[in-house]
């Protein structure tokens, strides 16, 4: 699919299917060229969602639809600064006064003005060239290029675990992806040992990449943009992947289509996938969600921007309560606050880039645990910061000026909604099709489970596949009569890949998140995944309950698994046993975690709290406190 283009001074309006989302055309480049390419772009979105939807925009007719594509032809190995698409680094689209303030700043930013994390989006290539051609090596690179820079096109030196190694982390707005991506995901890291190259699914929708080495990395690149999917912005001070609802335009229960919306916001972002300089160096890392049903399947309220859908009380036309701040860090964690603000479908866009801009160049530069946008939200206060949102708005889109309205009450206000689990089979709002849930045990996937898992989605979904938030995938679109069928599939009758056939079937698996942990990661304390999965196994084998729980491991206080969401949240932390040294019993230091308990997601979100700290990790230890944890919260019960 051809994106329409999106942004500026000369800008036309474009529909999205039947959705009636404004896909506005960047025209940083202008000329019949760039217009066609608009033009395509918009034709494609619109024959995209009538083929995903099942739903045909009354509006479209024969000639909405091109009968000859031209696709762009430029790779991003190709692209230079000082040409259209990247006119100028980012730390040049900086206003001065934000420029003295980086100079005061921390090291990160420090690092940055020497050379901006913007140049590593062509660097990468003149670096795996280099590399390719035996005229350096990655050790001779600097270490700021290869630790810090590099993360600007999405690459990880995983230095402390594996040298040499890189995890590439890609953008997939709303979780998309299809057969083609799987199989080159797949050839990807196939490629190298076994017990590195391996995919995993995280806890914004995404894919990572890992075990990769420098000199593949534009082949990886340039495969990823013929695809449609990109990686530059994916880490560091960038906004990182797009969350949306993972039954986007098959849920019976949604109140909005997220994926038009997740897409277009990502487009603003990445200016398409190619890079965009000048929001790629804020002050730190920045996270959005879009919600598309009470659910809140995207978990709005830990995201620094968070889209929650609520009708007009005038008209009735559906938008977007918005929330902000929310985030966790090493110093602090906090759910989202109210911003009293509603926003269109058709402006998110808008509103998301004023306030990538207000945080660009007021957001705090100096201590990195303080700069995160409710930093700057509580310096300024909240009516501040309101006000100079709609104002910067209003400037930046005068032809939409006043467009931003107080919050709208819920008119559900006051009911209880249970968020739904989505593993197994469910109806779509399309008669006659299912979407399925399948569970993937820590997000963790193989080469070959890849290639089979595309396998199935060619023959039972149209090739789709969605990913959610709990790393676990969702098939949809498949034809009813051929659920069965899909269900006898040998690749989820083996024990790893599961379908749960009932609301308590796998109660603890379905829902099991885990971060990367020490097996790749510099920062973690404890392994996470392996652990995770293998408890979790012990203890559905011992245990019987009436209910899902949700496990989150994460392995340091970063909470990349998100522990204090969860029903029970296990963090990475020192803790001492007593064992024999030297024929005396000394406490000694292992691998514990701290355990949350009390976390919640869905329409009322809260943050569990501390329940026990310094338990050590390992099984014998762990596995009898979360037994007792299971039975006297939760109703556990031991099998026969």
């Known amino acids: 699919m051809v994106a329409g283009m999106r942004r500026s001074a000369g800008q036309m309006e474009l529909r999205s299917?039947?959705?009636?989302?404004?896909?506005?055309?960047?025209?940083?480049?202008?000329?019949?060229?760039?217009?066609?390419?608009?033009?395509?772009?918009?034709?494609?979105l619109n024959m995209w969602n009538m083929f995903r939807t099942g739903r045909v925009n009354a509006a479209a007719t024969a000639t909405d639809i091109p009968t000859e594509v031209e696709m762009p032809t430029m790779?991003?190995?190709?692209?230079?600064?000082?040409?259209?698409?990247?006119?100028?680094?980012?730390?040049?689209?900086?206003?001065?006064?934000?420029?003295?303030?980086?100079?005061?700043?921390?090291?990160?930013e420090k690092i940055k003005l020497a050379k901006c994390g913007t140049s590593a989006f062509q660097e990468v290539h003149e670096f795996a060239a280099a590399i390719r051609e035996g005229k350096t090596t990655w050790e001779e690179l600097d270490i700021d290029d290869a630790d810090v820079r590099l993360k600007w096109a999405g690459l990880f030196h995983r230095r402390k675990r594996t040298p040499g190694r890189f995890m590439m982390r890609l953008k997939v707005p709303n979780g998309y992806v299809n057969s083609d991506h799987m199989r080159f995901f797949a050839d990807s890291v196939g490629i190298y040992p076994v017990e590195v190259g391996v995919i995993d699914i995280t806890t914004r929708q995404n894919i990572q990449l890992r075990g990769l080495e420098l000199q593949d990395m534009t082949d990886l690149i340039?495969?990823?943009a013929e695809r449609g999917l990109s990686n530059v912005q994916s880490g560091m001070d960038n906004v990182r992947n797009l969350v949306g609802s993972p039954i986007a335009g098959i849920d019976p229960e949604e109140l909005i289509d997220t994926w038009p919306i997740a897409k277009e916001?990502?487009?603003?972002?990445?200016?398409?996938?190619?890079?965009?300089?000048?929001?790629?160096?804020?002050?730190?890392?920045?996270?959005?969600?879009?919600?598309?049903?009470?659910?809140?399947?995207?978990?709005t309220s830990i995201n620094d921007i968070g889209l929650r859908p609520c009708p007009n009380k005038e008209t009735g036309e559906m938008g977007f309560n918005v929330i902000v701040g929310g985030y966790f860090s090493i110093k602090r964690v906090m759910e989202s606050i109210p911003?009293?603000?509603?926003?269109?479908?058709?402006?998110?866009?808008?509103?998301?880039?004023?306030?990538?801009?207000?945080?660009?160049?007021?957001?705090?530069?100096?201590?990195?645990?303080?700069?995160?946008?409710?930093?700057?939200?509580?310096?300024?206060?909240?009516?501040?910061?309101?006000?100079?949102?709609?104002?910067?708005?209003?400037?930046?889109?005068?032809?939409?000026?006043?467009?931003?309205?107080?919050?709208?009450?819920?008119?559900w206000a006051g009911t209880k909604h249970e968020k739904r689990d989505l593993m197994g089979v469910f109806a779509q709002k399309q008669d006659g099709l299912s979407f399925i849930g399948v569970n993937v045990p820590a997000g963790r996937i193989l080469p070959d489970e890849a290639?089979?898992?595309?396998?199935?989605?060619?023959?039972?979904?149209?090739?789709?596949?969605?990913?959610?938030?709990?790393?676990n995938i969702i098939f949809p679109n498949v034809a009813n009569d051929k659920v069965d069928a899909f269900l006898k599939e040998p690749l989820f009758n083996t024990g790893k890949f599961v379908i749960p056939k009932s609301d308590v079937d796998f109660p603890l698996s379905r829902g099991?998140?885990?971060?990367?942990?020490?097996?790749?990661?510099?920062?973690?304390?404890?392994?996470?995944?392996?652990?995770?999965?293998?408890?979790?196994?012990?203890?559905?084998?011992?245990?019987?309950?009436?209910?899902?729980?949700?496990?989150?491991?994460?392995?340091?206080?970063?909470?990349?698994?998100?522990a204090q969401v969860a029903d029970i949240g296990l963090m990475g932390a020192p803790a001492r046993v007593e064992k024999e040294v030297d024929g005396k019993l000394k406490k000694v230091a292992v691998e514990g975690v701290n355990i949350f308990l009390g976390g919640k997601v869905g329409e009322d979100p809260f943050l569990g709290e501390v329940f026990k700290k310094g338990i050590p990790a390992d099984e014998e230890y762990l596995l009898p406190v979360m037994e007792e944890i299971l039975k006297t919260k939760f109703g556990a019960t031991e099998k026969a």
């Open 17 to 44: 299917g039947n959705y009636g989302i404004s896909r506005k055309t960047a025209m940083h480049a202008t000329g019949p060229e760039t217009e066609k390419e608009n033009a395509l772009g918009a034709a494609f």
């Open 339 to 411: 911003m009293n603000m509603w926003v269109k479908p058709e402006d998110a866009a808008d509103f998301c880039e004023t306030m990538l801009m207000v945080f660009r160049d007021h957001g705090s530069r100096g201590d990195r645990q303080k700069a995160r946008l409710i930093w700057l939200i509580e310096d300024w206060g909240m009516e501040k910061f309101r006000e100079k949102i709609i104002e910067e708005f209003d400037s930046m889109f005068p032809n939409k000026a006043g467009a931003l309205l107080e919050a709208q009450p819920e008119p």
């Open 451 to 471: 290639r089979a898992l595309a396998d199935i989605a060619d023959k039972y979904s149209g090739g789709d596949l969605r990913l959610t938030v709990e790393q």
């Open 222 to 224: 340039d495969g990823l």
């Open 75 to 108: 790779k991003p190995s190709e692209r230079k600064f000082g040409g259209k698409d990247w006119p100028k680094f980012g730390q040049e689209y900086l206003p001065e006064e934000t420029i003295e303030r980086a100079k005061a700043g921390n090291k990160i």
């Open 512 to 562: 099991l998140v885990s971060c990367t942990g020490a097996q790749f990661c510099g920062i973690a304390l404890i392994e996470t995944k392996n652990r995770a999965v293998a408890l979790t196994r012990k203890l559905e084998q011992r245990l019987s309950l009436d209910r899902p729980v949700r496990i989150h491991w994460t392995g340091c206080p970063n909470s990349c698994g998100q």
């Open 265 to 299: 916001i990502d487009n603003m972002v990445t200016n398409h996938g190619k890079g965009n300089p000048k929001l790629a160096s804020l002050p730190r890392k920045f996270n959005i969600a879009v919600s598309g049903s009470r659910d809140d399947f995207a978990h």
